[in-house]
Protein backbone atom coordinates (compact mmCIF):
# COMPACT_ATOMS: atom_id res chain seq x y z
CA UNK A 1 0.00 0.00 0.00
CA UNK A 2 2.69 2.42 0.92
CA UNK A 3 4.39 1.45 -2.44
CA UNK A 4 1.07 2.59 -4.35
CA UNK A 5 1.13 5.97 -2.68
CA UNK A 6 4.36 6.76 -3.17
CA UNK A 7 4.22 5.85 -6.92
CA UNK A 8 0.40 8.06 -6.42
CA UNK A 9 2.86 10.75 -5.64
CA UNK A 10 5.75 10.19 -7.73
CA UNK A 11 3.49 10.39 -11.07
CA UNK A 12 1.71 13.39 -9.78
CA UNK A 13 4.84 15.25 -9.96
CA UNK A 14 5.79 13.80 -13.19
CA UNK A 15 2.33 14.77 -14.52
CA UNK A 16 2.86 18.38 -13.56
CA UNK A 17 6.50 18.40 -14.62
CA UNK A 18 4.92 17.25 -18.02
CA UNK A 19 2.21 19.59 -18.25
CA UNK A 20 4.30 22.58 -17.30
CA UNK A 21 6.71 21.62 -20.27
CA UNK A 22 4.29 21.14 -22.54
CA UNK A 23 2.33 24.40 -21.79
CA UNK A 24 5.88 26.58 -20.79
CA UNK A 25 3.68 27.42 -17.61
CA UNK A 26 5.45 27.65 -13.98
CA UNK A 27 5.65 24.22 -12.73
CA UNK A 28 4.32 25.58 -9.34
CA UNK A 29 0.91 26.89 -11.76
CA UNK A 30 0.33 23.12 -12.47
CA UNK A 31 0.51 22.12 -8.79
CA UNK A 32 -1.51 24.59 -7.45
CA UNK A 33 -4.38 23.78 -10.12
CA UNK A 34 -4.12 20.33 -8.95
CA UNK A 35 -4.38 21.42 -5.09
CA UNK A 36 -7.89 23.54 -6.28
CA UNK A 37 -8.78 20.38 -8.31
CA UNK A 38 -8.28 18.55 -4.98
CA UNK A 39 -9.46 21.14 -2.96
CA UNK A 40 -12.94 21.16 -5.27
CA UNK A 41 -13.57 17.27 -5.19
CA UNK A 42 -12.78 17.35 -1.09
CA UNK A 43 -15.73 19.89 -0.58
CA UNK A 44 -18.09 17.56 -2.09
CA UNK A 45 -16.75 14.68 0.15
CA UNK A 46 -17.15 16.76 3.23
CA UNK A 47 -19.38 18.87 2.31
CA UNK A 48 -18.94 22.37 0.66
CA UNK A 49 -19.79 24.40 3.83
CA UNK A 50 -16.19 23.22 5.32
CA UNK A 51 -13.45 25.78 4.21
CA UNK A 52 -10.57 22.86 3.15
CA UNK A 53 -7.30 23.87 1.57
CA UNK A 54 -5.31 21.30 0.02
CA UNK A 55 -1.70 21.26 0.17
CA UNK A 56 0.92 19.19 -2.15
CA UNK A 57 4.66 18.89 -1.20
CA UNK A 58 6.58 20.03 -4.45
CA UNK A 59 9.45 17.63 -3.37
CA UNK A 60 7.60 14.56 -2.23
CA UNK A 61 4.14 14.99 -3.65
CA UNK A 62 2.39 14.12 -0.37
CA UNK A 63 -1.32 15.76 -0.51
CA UNK A 64 -2.14 17.51 2.67
CA UNK A 65 -6.25 18.26 3.48
CA UNK A 66 -7.46 20.41 6.31
CA UNK A 67 -10.34 22.40 7.27
CA UNK A 68 -9.99 25.95 8.66
CA UNK A 69 -11.37 26.67 11.77
CA UNK A 70 -12.53 30.29 13.06
CA UNK A 71 -11.50 30.27 16.74
CA UNK A 72 -14.75 31.79 18.53
CA UNK A 73 -16.42 32.11 21.99
CA UNK A 74 -20.11 30.78 21.01
CA UNK A 75 -20.43 28.26 17.87
CA UNK A 76 -22.96 29.22 15.24
CA UNK A 77 -21.45 26.60 12.85
CA UNK A 78 -20.02 23.69 13.54
CA UNK A 79 -18.21 23.43 9.99
CA UNK A 80 -16.37 26.27 10.29
CA UNK A 81 -15.84 27.25 13.70
CA UNK A 82 -14.29 25.79 17.27
CA UNK A 83 -15.24 27.27 20.53
CA UNK A 84 -11.26 28.96 21.83
CA UNK A 85 -11.37 26.38 24.79
CA UNK A 86 -11.16 23.17 22.15
CA UNK A 87 -8.69 25.57 20.49
CA UNK A 88 -6.60 25.81 23.23
CA UNK A 89 -6.50 21.85 23.82
CA UNK A 90 -5.00 21.79 19.99
CA UNK A 91 -2.37 25.02 20.60
CA UNK A 92 -2.47 26.93 23.71
CA UNK A 93 -1.62 30.11 22.12
CA UNK A 94 -4.70 30.23 20.20
CA UNK A 95 -6.90 33.40 20.64
CA UNK A 96 -10.90 34.34 19.71
CA UNK A 97 -10.32 35.20 15.77
CA UNK A 98 -7.39 33.25 15.21
CA UNK A 99 -7.19 29.95 12.29
CA UNK A 100 -7.19 26.76 13.56
CA UNK A 101 -6.30 23.90 11.09
CA UNK A 102 -8.11 20.15 11.36
CA UNK A 103 -6.48 17.34 9.33
CA UNK A 104 -8.66 15.36 7.29
CA UNK A 105 -7.92 11.93 6.33
CA UNK A 106 -7.24 11.56 2.64
CA UNK A 107 -10.38 11.64 -0.04
CA UNK A 108 -10.59 8.75 -2.18
CA UNK A 109 -12.15 10.52 -5.59
CA UNK A 110 -15.33 9.04 -7.10
CA UNK A 111 -15.52 9.47 -10.98
CA UNK A 112 -17.24 12.35 -10.55
CA UNK A 113 -15.03 14.01 -8.31
CA UNK A 114 -11.81 12.53 -10.65
CA UNK A 115 -13.79 14.62 -13.53
CA UNK A 116 -14.61 17.73 -11.75
CA UNK A 117 -10.83 17.79 -10.66
CA UNK A 118 -9.63 17.07 -14.26
CA UNK A 119 -12.09 20.19 -15.29
CA UNK A 120 -10.60 22.29 -12.66
CA UNK A 121 -6.99 21.18 -13.79
CA UNK A 122 -7.61 21.70 -17.35
CA UNK A 123 -9.19 25.39 -16.49
CA UNK A 124 -6.16 26.19 -14.29
CA UNK A 125 -3.49 25.33 -16.77
CA UNK A 126 -5.47 27.24 -20.01
CA UNK A 127 -5.55 30.43 -17.39
CA UNK A 128 -1.59 30.00 -16.64
CA UNK A 129 -0.75 29.29 -20.27
CA UNK A 130 -3.29 32.34 -21.66
CA UNK A 131 -1.47 34.47 -18.97
CA UNK A 132 2.00 33.61 -19.71
CA UNK A 133 0.86 34.59 -23.37
CA UNK A 134 0.30 37.71 -22.59
CA UNK A 135 2.94 38.67 -20.65
CA UNK A 136 5.29 37.31 -23.18
CA UNK A 137 3.68 39.38 -25.92
CA UNK A 138 2.56 42.56 -24.35
CA UNK A 139 6.15 43.39 -24.03
CA UNK A 140 6.64 42.59 -27.84
CA UNK A 141 4.22 45.35 -29.08
CA UNK A 142 6.03 47.11 -32.12
CA UNK A 143 8.07 44.35 -33.48
CA UNK A 144 8.06 42.16 -36.34
CA UNK A 145 6.83 38.48 -35.80
CA UNK A 146 7.02 35.10 -37.94
CA UNK A 147 4.37 32.73 -38.16
CA UNK A 148 3.04 30.03 -40.14
CA UNK A 149 -0.92 30.40 -41.26
CA UNK A 150 -3.36 28.24 -39.65
CA UNK A 151 -6.50 29.27 -41.31
CA UNK A 152 -8.03 32.29 -42.98
CA UNK A 153 -11.80 33.34 -42.21
CA UNK A 154 -14.07 35.93 -43.31
CA UNK A 155 -10.84 37.49 -44.51
CA UNK A 156 -8.97 37.64 -40.77
CA UNK A 157 -5.90 35.15 -40.84
CA UNK A 158 -4.88 33.22 -37.77
CA UNK A 159 -1.12 32.79 -37.41
CA UNK A 160 0.50 30.40 -35.56
CA UNK A 161 3.47 32.03 -33.82
CA UNK A 162 4.63 29.31 -31.87
CA UNK A 163 4.07 30.19 -28.39
CA UNK A 164 0.89 32.05 -29.37
CA UNK A 165 -1.69 32.83 -31.94
CA UNK A 166 -2.03 36.05 -33.40
CA UNK A 167 -4.46 37.72 -36.18
CA UNK A 168 -4.38 39.45 -39.03
CA UNK A 169 -7.68 41.47 -39.26
CA UNK A 170 -8.71 42.15 -42.64
CA UNK A 171 -8.34 45.67 -42.79
CA UNK A 172 -4.86 44.96 -41.27
CA UNK A 173 -3.88 42.60 -44.50
CA UNK A 174 -2.92 44.01 -48.03
CA UNK A 175 -5.33 44.52 -50.64
CA UNK A 176 -5.12 41.82 -52.80
CA UNK A 177 -3.13 39.87 -50.80
CA UNK A 178 -4.09 36.06 -49.81
CA UNK A 179 -2.92 33.75 -47.94
CA UNK A 180 -3.91 29.89 -47.24
CA UNK A 181 -3.22 27.29 -44.52
CA UNK A 182 0.92 26.83 -44.22
CA UNK A 183 2.16 29.84 -45.59
CA UNK A 184 4.78 31.96 -44.09
CA UNK A 185 3.91 35.06 -42.81
CA UNK A 186 5.58 38.41 -41.50
CA UNK A 187 3.68 40.99 -39.73
CA UNK A 188 3.58 43.63 -36.92
CA UNK A 189 2.25 43.32 -33.44
CA UNK A 190 0.57 46.52 -32.90
CA UNK A 191 -1.74 45.76 -29.96
CA UNK A 192 -1.90 43.16 -27.31
CA UNK A 193 -5.38 42.30 -25.40
CA UNK A 194 -6.79 40.51 -22.97
CA UNK A 195 -10.40 39.23 -23.86
CA UNK A 196 -12.93 37.05 -22.77
CA UNK A 197 -11.73 34.06 -24.82
CA UNK A 198 -7.95 34.66 -23.78
CA UNK A 199 -5.02 37.16 -25.28
CA UNK A 200 -5.65 38.63 -28.52
CA UNK A 201 -2.35 39.22 -30.55
CA UNK A 202 -3.50 41.38 -32.86
CA UNK A 203 -0.97 41.89 -35.89
CA UNK A 204 -0.64 44.12 -39.29
CA UNK A 205 0.77 44.48 -42.38
CA UNK A 206 -0.41 48.04 -43.46
CA UNK A 207 0.58 49.47 -40.02
CA UNK A 208 3.26 52.35 -40.89
CA UNK A 209 5.82 50.82 -38.37
CA UNK A 210 5.96 47.66 -40.10
CA UNK A 211 7.70 49.26 -43.01
CA UNK A 212 9.51 51.30 -40.28
CA UNK A 213 10.97 47.47 -38.73
CA UNK A 214 11.03 45.79 -42.02
CA UNK A 215 14.11 48.73 -43.47
CA UNK A 216 15.78 47.91 -40.06
CA UNK A 217 16.02 44.40 -40.72
CA UNK A 218 17.04 45.63 -44.00
CA UNK A 219 19.39 48.33 -43.35
CA UNK A 220 22.04 47.77 -41.28
CA UNK A 221 22.55 52.35 -40.48
CA UNK A 222 19.22 51.71 -39.31
CA UNK A 223 19.37 48.99 -36.65
CA UNK A 224 22.96 50.71 -35.08
CA UNK A 225 20.89 53.79 -34.88
CA UNK A 226 23.16 55.63 -37.54
CA UNK A 227 20.34 56.25 -39.63
CA UNK A 228 16.71 57.20 -37.92
CA UNK A 229 13.21 56.99 -39.11
CA UNK A 230 11.75 60.05 -38.43
CA UNK A 231 8.51 59.63 -40.19
CA UNK A 232 6.42 57.31 -42.20
CA UNK A 233 3.42 57.31 -44.70
CA UNK A 234 1.19 54.58 -46.33
CA UNK A 235 -0.97 53.99 -48.88
CA UNK A 236 -0.45 50.03 -48.30
CA UNK A 237 -0.44 48.08 -50.59
CA UNK A 238 -0.03 51.12 -53.63
CA UNK A 239 2.82 53.65 -52.00
CA UNK A 240 4.40 55.12 -49.37
CA UNK A 241 6.98 57.91 -48.15
CA UNK A 242 9.15 57.60 -45.72
CA UNK A 243 11.14 60.20 -44.11
CA UNK A 244 15.13 59.08 -42.75
CA UNK A 245 17.47 61.34 -41.21
CA UNK A 246 22.00 60.40 -40.58
CA UNK A 247 23.35 61.30 -37.07
CA UNK A 248 26.67 60.87 -39.31
CA UNK A 249 27.46 63.80 -41.80
CA UNK A 250 29.12 61.35 -43.89
CA UNK A 251 26.56 58.61 -44.47
CA UNK A 252 23.68 59.52 -47.26
CA UNK A 253 20.38 58.49 -45.36
CA UNK A 254 18.32 57.70 -48.70
CA UNK A 255 21.35 55.69 -50.26
CA UNK A 256 22.00 53.95 -47.15
CA UNK A 257 18.01 53.11 -47.40
CA UNK A 258 18.07 52.42 -51.12
CA UNK A 259 21.18 49.58 -50.86
CA UNK A 260 23.31 49.11 -54.24
CA UNK A 261 22.01 48.81 -57.17
CA UNK A 262 18.20 49.28 -55.33
CA UNK A 263 18.70 45.97 -52.95
CA UNK A 264 17.74 47.05 -49.80
CA UNK A 265 14.54 49.09 -50.70
CA UNK A 266 14.01 46.32 -53.05
CA UNK A 267 13.93 43.55 -50.69
CA UNK A 268 11.12 45.61 -48.77
CA UNK A 269 8.84 46.57 -51.89
CA UNK A 270 8.91 42.80 -51.96
CA UNK A 271 7.66 41.70 -48.93
CA UNK A 272 5.05 44.65 -49.43
CA UNK A 273 3.86 43.31 -52.87
CA UNK A 274 5.19 45.91 -54.65
CA UNK A 275 4.56 48.76 -52.83
CA UNK A 276 6.20 52.02 -54.63
CA UNK A 277 8.43 53.79 -51.81
CA UNK A 278 9.28 56.93 -51.47
CA UNK A 279 12.45 57.50 -49.47
CA UNK A 280 13.11 61.30 -48.72
CA UNK A 281 15.87 62.80 -46.14
CA UNK A 282 14.37 65.01 -43.24
CA UNK A 283 15.51 68.31 -42.72
CA UNK A 284 14.89 70.46 -39.32
CA UNK A 285 13.88 73.12 -42.03
CA UNK A 286 10.45 72.45 -41.95
CA UNK A 287 9.50 74.06 -45.45
CA UNK A 288 12.38 72.53 -46.94
CA UNK A 289 10.90 69.05 -45.75
CA UNK A 290 7.64 69.37 -46.82
CA UNK A 291 9.26 70.46 -50.60
CA UNK A 292 11.17 67.22 -50.27
CA UNK A 293 8.07 65.35 -49.19
CA UNK A 294 5.77 66.60 -52.26
CA UNK A 295 8.34 64.97 -54.80
CA UNK A 296 8.65 63.97 -57.64
CA UNK A 297 6.46 67.66 -58.47
CA UNK A 298 8.76 70.49 -57.91
CA UNK A 299 7.77 73.49 -55.75
CA UNK A 300 7.90 76.90 -56.94
CA UNK A 301 7.18 78.78 -53.24
CA UNK A 302 6.00 77.49 -49.69
CA UNK A 303 3.94 79.42 -47.08
CA UNK A 304 3.78 78.39 -43.41
CA UNK A 305 1.19 78.88 -40.72
CA UNK A 306 2.47 77.52 -37.81
CA UNK A 307 -0.56 78.33 -35.51
CA UNK A 308 -3.14 76.54 -38.09
CA UNK A 309 -0.09 73.24 -39.07
CA UNK A 310 -1.15 74.64 -42.21
CA UNK A 311 0.95 75.03 -45.52
CA UNK A 312 0.25 76.47 -48.75
CA UNK A 313 2.30 75.46 -51.74
CA UNK A 314 2.64 76.57 -55.16
CA UNK A 315 3.79 74.32 -57.97
CA UNK A 316 4.15 74.79 -61.47
CA UNK A 317 1.20 74.95 -63.66
CA UNK A 318 1.95 71.73 -65.37
CA UNK A 319 3.09 69.83 -62.43
CA UNK A 320 -0.13 70.06 -60.43
CA UNK A 321 -1.35 66.75 -61.33
CA UNK A 322 1.90 65.46 -60.15
CA UNK A 323 2.29 67.17 -57.14
CA UNK A 324 -1.44 65.68 -56.44
CA UNK A 325 -1.33 62.41 -57.48
CA UNK A 326 -3.39 59.87 -58.52
CA UNK A 327 -6.48 60.37 -56.39
CA UNK A 328 -5.11 62.90 -54.17
CA UNK A 329 -2.17 60.55 -53.39
CA UNK A 330 0.96 62.09 -53.61
CA UNK A 331 -0.20 65.46 -51.52
CA UNK A 332 -2.18 63.37 -48.89
CA UNK A 333 1.12 60.83 -48.07
CA UNK A 334 3.06 64.23 -47.86
CA UNK A 335 0.71 65.57 -45.28
CA UNK A 336 0.65 62.16 -43.47
CA UNK A 337 4.32 62.16 -43.52
CA UNK A 338 4.98 65.92 -42.22
CA UNK A 339 1.70 66.46 -39.83
CA UNK A 340 0.31 69.56 -42.01
CA UNK A 341 -2.34 70.18 -43.87
CA UNK A 342 -1.02 70.90 -47.19
CA UNK A 343 -2.90 73.20 -49.83
CA UNK A 344 -1.74 72.80 -53.64
CA UNK A 345 -2.07 76.33 -55.86
CA UNK A 346 -0.64 76.84 -59.36
CA UNK A 347 1.41 79.91 -59.82
CA UNK A 348 -1.68 81.48 -62.03
CA UNK A 349 -4.38 80.51 -59.30
CA UNK A 350 -1.82 82.25 -56.85
CA UNK A 351 -1.39 85.28 -58.92
CA UNK A 352 -5.64 85.41 -59.46
CA UNK A 353 -5.66 84.99 -55.65
CA UNK A 354 -2.90 88.07 -54.45
CA UNK A 355 -5.30 90.01 -57.17
CA UNK A 356 -8.04 89.39 -55.30
CA UNK A 357 -6.81 89.88 -52.06
CA UNK A 358 -4.98 93.32 -53.38
CA UNK A 359 -8.71 94.59 -54.58
CA UNK A 360 -10.08 93.68 -51.46
CA UNK A 361 -7.56 95.43 -49.45
CA UNK A 362 -8.01 98.29 -51.70
CA UNK A 363 -11.39 98.97 -51.41
CA UNK A 364 -11.43 98.48 -47.81
CA UNK A 365 -8.96 101.78 -47.73
CA UNK A 366 -11.21 103.29 -50.30
CA UNK A 367 -14.36 102.65 -47.71
CA UNK A 368 -12.16 103.43 -44.52
CA UNK A 369 -10.74 106.70 -45.54
CA UNK A 370 -13.18 107.78 -48.08
CA UNK A 371 -9.86 108.64 -50.67
CA UNK A 372 -9.38 107.54 -54.52
CA UNK A 373 -9.00 104.24 -56.07
CA UNK A 374 -4.85 105.06 -56.59
CA UNK A 375 -4.19 106.47 -52.95
CA UNK A 376 -5.85 103.06 -51.73
CA UNK A 377 -3.49 101.14 -54.56
CA UNK A 378 -0.53 102.66 -53.71
CA UNK A 379 -0.98 101.66 -49.75
CA UNK A 380 -2.54 97.99 -50.64
CA UNK A 381 1.18 97.52 -52.95
CA UNK A 382 3.02 98.99 -50.40
CA UNK A 383 2.14 95.40 -48.07
CA UNK A 384 -0.37 97.29 -45.63
CA UNK A 385 -2.91 94.91 -45.18
CA UNK A 386 -5.24 96.72 -42.42
CA UNK A 387 -6.89 100.06 -40.91
CA UNK A 388 -4.92 99.35 -37.99
CA UNK A 389 -1.73 98.82 -39.86
CA UNK A 390 -1.92 101.70 -41.11
CA UNK A 391 -3.76 103.88 -38.35
CA UNK A 392 -0.44 102.60 -35.64
CA UNK A 393 2.68 102.60 -37.79
CA UNK A 394 5.13 106.01 -37.74
CA UNK A 395 3.71 108.54 -40.04
CA UNK A 396 7.21 108.39 -41.64
CA UNK A 397 6.76 105.17 -43.09
CA UNK A 398 3.47 105.97 -44.95
CA UNK A 399 5.05 109.21 -46.03
CA UNK A 400 7.99 107.38 -47.91
CA UNK A 401 5.65 105.68 -50.12
CA UNK A 402 6.19 107.65 -53.46
CA UNK A 403 3.69 110.52 -54.59
CA UNK A 404 2.91 111.09 -50.83
CA UNK A 405 3.97 114.12 -48.71
CA UNK A 406 3.76 114.44 -44.48
CA UNK A 407 0.87 116.36 -44.89
CA UNK A 408 -0.77 113.67 -46.94
CA UNK A 409 0.46 110.64 -44.81
CA UNK A 410 -0.85 112.52 -41.54
CA UNK A 411 -4.43 112.81 -43.08
CA UNK A 412 -4.58 109.09 -43.94
CA UNK A 413 -3.41 108.12 -40.20
CA UNK A 414 -5.64 110.60 -38.91
CA UNK A 415 -8.52 109.04 -40.59
CA UNK A 416 -7.36 105.48 -39.92
CA UNK A 417 -7.71 106.60 -36.10
CA UNK A 418 -11.08 108.25 -36.77
CA UNK A 419 -12.34 105.00 -38.80
CA UNK A 420 -11.04 103.27 -35.78
CA UNK A 421 -12.52 105.30 -32.90
CA UNK A 422 -15.84 104.99 -35.02
CA UNK A 423 -15.73 101.40 -35.50
CA UNK A 424 -15.15 100.61 -31.07
CA UNK A 425 -17.75 102.63 -30.64
CA UNK A 426 -20.24 100.64 -32.83
CA UNK A 427 -18.70 97.41 -31.06
CA UNK A 428 -18.51 99.10 -27.45
CA UNK A 429 -22.45 99.46 -28.00
CA UNK A 430 -23.20 95.77 -29.70
CA UNK A 431 -21.07 94.49 -26.87
CA UNK A 432 -23.03 96.34 -24.01
CA UNK A 433 -26.32 95.15 -26.05
CA UNK A 434 -25.31 91.70 -25.92
CA UNK A 435 -24.78 91.24 -22.38
CA UNK A 436 -20.52 91.66 -22.00
CA UNK A 437 -19.74 92.80 -18.89
CA UNK A 438 -17.01 95.89 -18.40
CA UNK A 439 -14.52 94.13 -16.47
CA UNK A 440 -13.61 91.69 -19.35
CA UNK A 441 -12.47 94.57 -21.49
CA UNK A 442 -9.87 95.34 -18.69
CA UNK A 443 -8.66 91.97 -19.84
CA UNK A 444 -5.25 92.72 -21.78
CA UNK A 445 -5.57 91.86 -25.60
CA UNK A 446 -9.21 91.76 -25.99
CA UNK A 447 -10.51 94.34 -28.41
CA UNK A 448 -13.61 95.82 -28.49
CA UNK A 449 -14.50 93.72 -31.95
CA UNK A 450 -13.99 90.72 -29.84
CA UNK A 451 -16.39 91.62 -27.11
CA UNK A 452 -18.58 91.48 -29.48
CA UNK A 453 -17.57 87.79 -30.75
CA UNK A 454 -17.40 86.67 -27.02
CA UNK A 455 -21.10 87.81 -26.62
CA UNK A 456 -22.38 86.32 -30.01
CA UNK A 457 -20.93 83.35 -28.49
CA UNK A 458 -22.41 83.89 -24.55
CA UNK A 459 -19.32 84.68 -22.78
CA UNK A 460 -19.78 87.79 -20.95
CA UNK A 461 -18.14 87.69 -17.68
CA UNK A 462 -14.48 87.71 -16.94
CA UNK A 463 -15.64 84.11 -15.31
CA UNK A 464 -16.10 82.51 -18.45
CA UNK A 465 -12.99 84.10 -20.35
CA UNK A 466 -11.14 82.22 -17.82
CA UNK A 467 -13.15 79.23 -18.40
CA UNK A 468 -11.59 78.92 -21.99
CA UNK A 469 -9.37 76.77 -23.26
CA UNK A 470 -7.28 77.62 -26.11
CA UNK A 471 -8.85 75.73 -28.53
CA UNK A 472 -11.72 77.57 -27.99
CA UNK A 473 -10.61 80.93 -29.13
CA UNK A 474 -8.88 79.84 -32.25
CA UNK A 475 -10.10 76.54 -32.79
CA UNK A 476 -8.85 73.17 -33.05
CA UNK A 477 -8.73 70.25 -35.79
CA UNK A 478 -10.60 66.91 -35.99
CA UNK A 479 -10.34 63.76 -37.91
CA UNK A 480 -14.04 63.72 -39.58
CA UNK A 481 -14.72 60.34 -41.96
CA UNK A 482 -10.78 59.96 -42.19
CA UNK A 483 -10.29 64.13 -43.39
CA UNK A 484 -8.69 66.48 -41.07
CA UNK A 485 -11.37 69.40 -40.60
CA UNK A 486 -10.82 72.84 -39.44
CA UNK A 487 -13.24 73.50 -36.39
CA UNK A 488 -14.10 77.07 -35.67
CA UNK A 489 -13.00 79.22 -32.59
CA UNK A 490 -14.74 81.83 -30.90
CA UNK A 491 -12.05 84.45 -32.41
CA UNK A 492 -11.48 82.75 -35.81
CA UNK A 493 -10.72 85.82 -38.08
CA UNK A 494 -8.83 87.95 -35.60
CA UNK A 495 -5.25 86.88 -36.37
CA UNK A 496 -4.76 85.70 -32.85
CA UNK A 497 -1.85 83.18 -32.36
CA UNK A 498 -1.98 80.05 -29.60
CA UNK A 499 0.32 82.22 -27.49
CA UNK A 500 -1.51 85.13 -27.38
CA UNK A 501 -4.77 83.04 -26.53
CA UNK A 502 -3.14 80.88 -24.02
CA UNK A 503 -1.66 84.57 -22.61
CA UNK A 504 -5.45 86.19 -22.74
CA UNK A 505 -7.26 83.11 -20.61
CA UNK A 506 -4.22 83.44 -18.27
CA UNK A 507 -4.84 87.06 -17.89
CA UNK A 508 -8.42 86.86 -17.14
CA UNK A 509 -7.67 83.69 -14.95
CA UNK A 510 -5.76 86.23 -12.77
CA UNK A 511 -8.39 88.97 -13.11
CA UNK A 512 -11.27 86.26 -11.68
CA UNK A 513 -8.87 85.21 -8.77
CA UNK A 514 -8.28 81.67 -9.71
CA UNK A 515 -4.46 82.04 -10.07
CA UNK A 516 -2.06 84.70 -8.31
CA UNK A 517 0.41 86.55 -10.84
CA UNK A 518 3.38 84.66 -8.49
CA UNK A 519 1.91 80.61 -9.23
CA UNK A 520 2.00 81.51 -12.64
CA UNK A 521 5.68 83.27 -12.80
CA UNK A 522 6.40 79.74 -10.60
CA UNK A 523 5.02 77.67 -13.17
CA UNK A 524 6.78 79.12 -16.27
CA UNK A 525 10.03 78.98 -14.02
CA UNK A 526 9.40 75.43 -13.47
CA UNK A 527 8.44 74.96 -17.02
CA UNK A 528 11.59 76.98 -18.71
CA UNK A 529 13.73 74.41 -15.91
CA UNK A 530 12.61 71.42 -17.03
CA UNK A 531 12.95 72.08 -20.90
CA UNK A 532 16.60 73.18 -20.01
CA UNK A 533 16.99 70.10 -18.72
CA UNK A 534 15.58 67.81 -21.63
CA UNK A 535 17.88 70.19 -23.93
CA UNK A 536 20.69 69.28 -21.93
CA UNK A 537 20.21 65.87 -21.28
CA UNK A 538 19.69 65.44 -25.22
CA UNK A 539 23.18 67.36 -25.91
CA UNK A 540 24.72 65.04 -23.53
CA UNK A 541 23.23 61.78 -25.56
CA UNK A 542 24.42 63.11 -28.62
CA UNK A 543 27.46 61.29 -30.04
CA UNK A 544 30.05 62.76 -32.25
CA UNK A 545 29.64 61.30 -36.28
CA UNK A 546 33.22 59.55 -37.03
CA UNK A 547 33.88 62.18 -39.83
CA UNK A 548 33.92 64.87 -37.34
CA UNK A 549 35.78 63.09 -34.79
Request: with cysteine; aromatic share 6%; charged share 30%.
Given at each position: MAQAVSANRLELLQIADAVAREKSIERELVLEAMAEAIQKAAKSRYGAENEIRARIDPNTGEIRLVRLLDVVEVIDNDATEITVTDAQRRNPAARVGDLIEDELPPVDFGRIAAQTAKQVIVQKVRDAERERQFEEYKDRIGEIVHGIVKRAEYGNVIVDLGRGEGIVRRDEGLPREAFRAGDRIRAYIYDVRREQRGPQIFLSRTHPQFMAQLFAQEVPEIYDGIIDVRAVARDPGSRAKIAVTSNDHSIDPVGACVGMRGSRVQAVVNELQGEKIDIIQWTDDFAGFIVNALAPAEVVKVVLDEDAQRIEVVVPDEQLSLAIGRRGQNVRLASQLTGWDIDILTEAEESERRQAEFLQRSETFIQAFDVDEVIAQLLASEGFSTVEEVAYVPVEEIAEIEGFDDETAQEIQNRALDFIDRQNAEFDTKRRELGVQDEVTEVPGVTTAMLVAFGENDIKTVEDVAGCVTDDLIGWYEHVDGERTRMDGILDGFDLGAE???????????????????????????EAEAEAEEADEAVEGETVPEAEA
Amino acid sequence: MAQAVSANRLELLQIADAVAREKSIERELVLEAMAEAIQKAAKSRYGAENEIRARIDPNTGEIRLVRLLDVVEVIDNDATEITVTDAQRRNPAARVGDLIEDELPPVDFGRIAAQTAKQVIVQKVRDAERERQFEEYKDRIGEIVHGIVKRAEYGNVIVDLGRGEGIVRRDEGLPREAFRAGDRIRAYIYDVRREQRGPQIFLSRTHPQFMAQLFAQEVPEIYDGIIDVRAVARDPGSRAKIAVTSNDHSIDPVGACVGMRGSRVQAVVNELQGEKIDIIQWTDDFAGFIVNALAPAEVVKVVLDEDAQRIEVVVPDEQLSLAIGRRGQNVRLASQLTGWDIDILTEAEESERRQAEFLQRSETFIQAFDVDEVIAQLLASEGFSTVEEVAYVPVEEIAEIEGFDDETAQEIQNRALDFIDRQNAEFDTKRRELGVQDEVTEVPGVTTAMLVAFGENDIKTVEDVAGCVTDDLIGWYEHVDGERTRMDGILDGFDLGAEEAQAMIMAARVKAGWVTEEELAAAAAAEAEAEAEEADEAVEGETVPEAEA
